[in-house]
């Protein structure tokens, strides 16, 4: 079966917050950085609104509402990861807008994120945005530097989850 | 076919880091590789972030890795280490 089998879609992936975009090597967290969790990018959030990347469905909300997979239309199993190590808030901060089997649309919102009281918790608020069935050592290019929340694209992808340059 | 139990030690549960470890511990072999909840009798794959984070599985929960394959004694003795070593 082919991950990419949809004909139709393009896989853009859409900056899930306002704010600048980095390339995941630079997160401060090696199990994003390293790229064992798969590859991507990720944002600097400026502003506590997080969309989805991708048109897809929610898999799962992880227990502590920080983490969210999107299974994309085009075959991509997207982890949309909020802040570092937020696990240890457990819920605090986090307001899902969604839930496990939702549909959703690049752009639809996700979480409402309380930015200041995770940052005041002592967590680095960076969402890192991974694509876990793409090797991590997969090299690509986002765009980086300011992007819009839901609406700048980041990273677009052929089919066979190549770069589209 | 070789298995063994693990009893999540983690207080936050089998989060992102955690599931990370399994998936590349698990991707060195060629044994197919499932994990069974206790409490709700849910699957996961083993090789895939996505499936093993979706067990959702929280501190003191059982869970059953269950390795069939040509590799398959390596594979439980590298995962049963890795449990007890690096996820505490």
Known sequence: MSLFS?????????????????????????????????????????????????????????????????????????????????????????????????????????????????????????????????????????????????????LKLTHGGKEEK | MESFVYRVADKVGIHARPAGKIVNAAKEFSADIIIRKKSDGKEADAKRLFSVMSLAASCGEELTFIISGEDEAAAALALKKLCEEALG
């Open chain 1, 6 to 154: 949809s004909s139709t879609s393009s896989h853009k992936l859409l900056s899930v917050a306002d704010g600048e975009v980095i390339p995941l090597s630079m997160v401060n967290d090696e199990a994003f950085s390293s790229g064992m969790l798969g590859a991507g990018f990720a944002v600097k959030p400026v502003k506590g609104v997080v969309y989805s990347p991708v048109d897809g469905k929610v898999m799962g909300v992880a227990e502590a509402k920080h983490a969210y997979s999107i299974f994309s239309d085009g075959g991509l199993e997207i982890l949309v990861h909020i802040g570092l190590d937020t696990v240890h808030l457990g819920g605090r901060s986090f307001t899902p807008t969604v839930k496990a089997g939702d549909e959703v649309r690049a752009g639809d919102v996700i979480a409402h994120v309380d930015l200041a009281e995770i940052k005041k918790e002592g967590y680095d608020t960076v969402i890192p945005v991974l694509m876990s069935n793409i090797d991590g050592s997969a090299k690509l290019s986002p765009r980086l530097g300011y992007a819009e929340g839901g609406r700048t694209a980041v």
